[in-house]
T-cell receptor, first 112, second 112 residues
Framework: EAGVAQSPRYKIIEKRQSVAFWCNPI?????LYWYQQILGQGPKLLIQFQNNGVVDDSQLPKDRFSAERLKGVDSTLKIQPAKLEDSAVYLC??????????FGPGTRLTVL | DAKTTQPPSMDCAEGRAANLPCNHS???????VYWYRQIHSQGPQYIIHGLKNNETNEMASLIITEDRKSSTLILPHATLRDTAVYYC?????????????FGGGTRLMVKP
């Protein structure tokens, strides 16, 4: 069974630039999550989708972050414009049931 | 979500059992205990979850005290590949998904 795919794996940008991350969840998983993990901390949930609808985006900085999952399968997370404090690993996860989330390898973003 | 308390770091000798404690004294009756781990430069990996009873799978055992205020994750024969950060999370499992709140976790170092 293929895991959660994310791309790119690494991205370096300058502050005020835009960046987008892509996630393809495990086939059949209706629920998709985006997490932000700052170095030395645990992951923090940004947004949760159920199919193509948003379940929770309360911790998403909506002035600069946006996410979509148009067809209920893959998803894109965008930052526009990026700030220095956005440097982090962005993790995508998907789940089929209430208990187990499957995480992708993450995208490491460095904002200079 | 109930708050959890874990020691920041632990060491374990290879081949010995690793016992990772977690305190969740404010846990509610419908909240589950989840354990995930994160190996360096990888996304978190689900290990096990439980509500009241002790649980065991191919990776680990979860021992929950009778009052549910604390739990212990047991890796019966730790190997070097078990070196990781282990997260204890307490959360209600709802039908819309399962938003995980990660704390600082316990950094387990398995030594030869």
């Amino acid at each position: 069974e293929a895991g959660v795919a994310q791309s790119p794996r690494y991205k370096i940008i300058e502050k005020r630039q835009s960046v987008a991350f892509w996630c393809n969840p495990i086939s059949g998983h209706a629920t998709l999550y985006w997490y932000q993990q700052i170095l030395g901390q645990g992951p923090k949930l940004l947004i949760q989708f159920q199919n193509n609808g948003v379940v929770d985006d309360s911790q998403l900085p909506k002035d600069r972050f946006s996410a979509e999952r148009l067809k209920g399968v893959d998803s894109t997370l965008k930052i526009q414009p990026a700030k220095l404090e956005d440097s982090a690993v962005y993790l995508c996860a998907s789940s089929l049931d209430r208990f187990e989330q499957f995480f992708g390898p993450g995208t490491r973003l460095t904002v200079l | 979500d109930a708050k959890t308390t874990q020691p920041p770091s632990m060491d374990c000798a290879e081949g010995r059992a690793a016992n990772l404690p977690c305190n969740h004294s404010t846990i509610s009756g419908n909240e589950y205990v989840y354990w995930y781990r994160q190996i360096h430069s990888q996304g978190p990996q689900y290990i096990i979850h439980g509500l009241k009873n002790n649980e065991t799978n191919e990776m680990a055992s979860l021992i929950i005290t009778e009052d549910r205020k604390s739990s212990t994750l047991i890796l019966p024969h730790a190997t070097l590949r078990d070196t990781a950060v282990y997260y204890c999370i307490v959360r209600v499992a709802n039908n819309a998904g399962n938003m995980l709140t990660f704390g600082g976790g316990t950094r387990l170092m398995v030594k030869p």
